[in-house]
């Protein structure tokens, strides 16, 4: 083994958490190491993590690819634009994707460079001592010891001990590189990953069942926008059966068997290509030595406290190896934190502000307290609503479906929570967050003067409607 290294800051995992908290700490003067163990399809080291390499980015290409093709023979028409026997060529796509991948992790090699961050290629393991064993990839290992480690490992997808993955029983990553669309593709979960990949292939031809184990859809959303976006979804023929419980699958000749359970009793349905996307657990197996005081918790994420410190001097933890949601920019915040906080800088995440969205059509985003969970905890509040249907944007685009929703609390009229269903959400729900992060109000938000024609009008009138003054609806 070489001679061991010291480094201000080293960093396990160059995932969204990781590579964020590198970047910064080098950029505060501190000198920092940043291991990662992924290849690239060609073999290559490639930072960026899941995100980057078989998430975000590349389901948002495929995404994008799809969306085109069904607009081409569903929504054209009603512009005047007529063609006939369009194709996609599922290859092309597939390779665009891997392009915008490799320029996005060569990107973060980039950056890594001209922030002066030593990257190292390989797994690194936490010994005591605030020591970290990277065994590289061509076997050899080298030992650096860091004033501070930061654990960015990230998370792996969560396989079914009656579902392995293979051929054909596949991950995301699998359902990223069909080589064709399935004929029939099989989901086993309703969640961010089934929805946006269930959504790709179905656009591009397949027949798509997905199975969810829960008997409400979209558990974790509003109820109101669930119910719209589960109409939507229905009316570009997504089967979405819920209350379905797998138990059993095998794989035979003419497909995928997949047994499951509902209301009626025990069905079976039989798949070209089934994707499970039942979660993700945090990727720490193996990544802690004896004697660390590192503690982990029954789900295998690292303990830490509010400030992501583990307790044990020195030792930090980001991302979706921690608590809260495993979301790709709540990693981004947490890594900047901590690179602030080790540099003696305030650095703070709240956790009740991360906006989460759903890249489906319509797409779903939503910030803060849902109704449901406003009543639950009997806090009074005010609801506003406006749907896309009366924006002259939305219609002008012949997307008018969904709505916004503005929740306020009764007696302060404080932004709760906003709710958000239709064409690019993903980009009005920072409204939401912006308004919460300086604790605004509903009335705040209505006197602020929105573009017109825009998609945000529906924030605004939203916003006007708690207090029943929205203009372009009755109240």
């Known amino acids: 083994m070489s001679e061991q290294q010291n480094f201000d800051v080293v960093v396990i995992g160059a ?3 990781g590579y964020h908290a590198a970047i910064r700490a080098a950029q505060l003067g501190l000198k920092t190491a940043c291991i990662d163990a992924a290849l690239g399809k060609d073999g290559k080291p490639a930072l960026g993590g899941t995100c980057l390499r078989v998430g975000c980015i590349p389901s948002k290409a495929l995404l994008d690819s799809s969306r085109q093709f069904w607009n081409l023979g569903h929504i054209f028409g009603e512009h005047g634009i007529s063609t006939k026997d369009a194709k996609i060529d599922v290859p092309t796509m597939i390779a665009r994707k891997d392009k915008i991948v490799k320029q996005f992790t060569g990107g973060i090699g980039m950056l890594f460079k001209a922030n002066k961050v030593t990257p190292f290629y390989g797994f690194g393991q936490l010994q005591p001592g605030n020591v970290v064993k990277v065994k590289q990839h061509d076997g050899s290992e080298v030992e650096l010891k860091g004033t501070n480690v930061i654990i960015a490992a990230g998370s792996d997808s969560i396989e079914l001990p009656f579902a392995k993955f293979g051929e054909h029983i596949v991950d995301n990553v699998g359902a990223l590189d069909f ?7 099989g989901v086993i979960g309703a969640g961010v990953i089934g929805l946006e990949l269930g959504s790709v ?31 939507e979804f229905k009316k570009q023929n997504l089967d979405i059966r819920l209350g379905a419980k797998v138990s059993k699958t095998e794989v035979k000749k003419d497909g995928v068997h997949v047994t ?16 499970v996307a039942v979660g993700r657990r945090a990727a720490t197996k193996g990544l802690l030595a004896d004697g660390t005081g590192v503690k982990l918790d029954a789900r ?24 809260g949601p495993m979301l790709a920019h ?22 009740d502000t991360i906006p989460w969205v759903i890249y489906t059509e319509p797409e779903i985003a939503w910030v803060g307290k849902t109704e449901e969970q406003l009543k ?30 503005v929740l306020a609390h009764a007696e302060t009229d404080r932004v709760l929570g906003m709710h958000l269903v239709g064409a690019n959400v993903s980009e009005l729900v920072h409204e939401g967050v912006l308004t ?20 945000s009008e529906a924030v605004h009138d939203a916003a006007m409607a708690v207090h029943k003054r929205s203009i372009h609806k009755a109240n």
């Open 300 to 323: 295998g994420m690292v303990e830490v406290d509010e400030h992501n410190h583990t307790g044990v001097d020195g030792v930090w933890a980001v991302g979706d190896c921690v608590r």
């Open 436 to 455: 919460m992060e300086f604790s605004g109000s509903a009335d705040d938000l209505a006197r602020i003067c929105h573009a017109h024609p825009s998609l």
């Open 201 to 231: 292939w179905n656009r591009l031809g397949s027949q798509v069942t997905v199975l969810e184990a829960l008997p409400n859809f979209l558990a974790a959303a509003d109820g109101e926008v669930a119910k719209v976006a589960a109409r």
């Open 376 to 405: 639950a905890e009997g806090i009074p509040y005010k609801a506003g609503s406006f749907p896309f249907a009366a924006v002259g944007r939305a219609v002008a685009m012949a997307e008018p479906a969904g709505f916004v929703k």
């Open 330 to 351: 709540k990693g981004f915040e947490e890594g900047i934190a901590v690179a602030e906080l080790i540099a003696g800088l305030p650095g703070h995440v709240n956790l």
């Open 179 to 185: 080589e064709t669309a399935p004929k029939r593709l």
């Open 260 to 275: 499951y359970a509902d209301d009626k009793g025990e069905q079976e349905i039989v798949v070209d290509k089934l994707l």
């Open 15 to 17: 995932g969204p958490a």
